[in-house]
C-alpha cells in the first residue's frame, strides 16, 4: 500500500541496480507523482531528472510511467 504523501514531501526511491535516491512526492488525484532528480545508476551511466506517475493498474498492481 502506498500512502498519500502530503504535498511537497519527499520519499525514498530504490531502483532495481540497488541505486537509492530522493525524490519529490505528491498526489494528483488517485496517483502520485515523483519528481526524480538526476543520478548514476550502479553502473555508471548518468540518468537526466524527470518527473514519474505512478498509479494503480487495472490488475490491482502498482505501475510507473515518465511524464513528458
Known amino acids: 500500500m ?3 504523501p502530503p504535498q ?4 525514498v526511491i530504490e531502483f532495481g541496480d540497488g541505486v537509492v ?5 505528491r498526489t494528483d ?3 502520485h507523482l515523483l519528481d526524480i532528480p538526476a543520478y548514476r545508476t550502479a ?3 548518468n540518468v537526466g ?3 514519474w506517475r505512478v498509479a494503480r ?12
Open 8 to 11: 511537497g514531501s519527499n520519499c
Open 43 to 45: 553502473r555508471g551511466s
Open 49 to 51: 531528472p524527470g518527473e
Open 2 to 4: 502506498i500512502d498519500d
Open 29 to 31: 488525484g488517485d496517483a
Open 21 to 25: 535516491i530522493v525524490a519529490g512526492a
Open 57 to 68: 493498474s487495472p490488475r490491482g498492481g502498482w505501475r510507473a510511467h515518465p511524464r513528458r
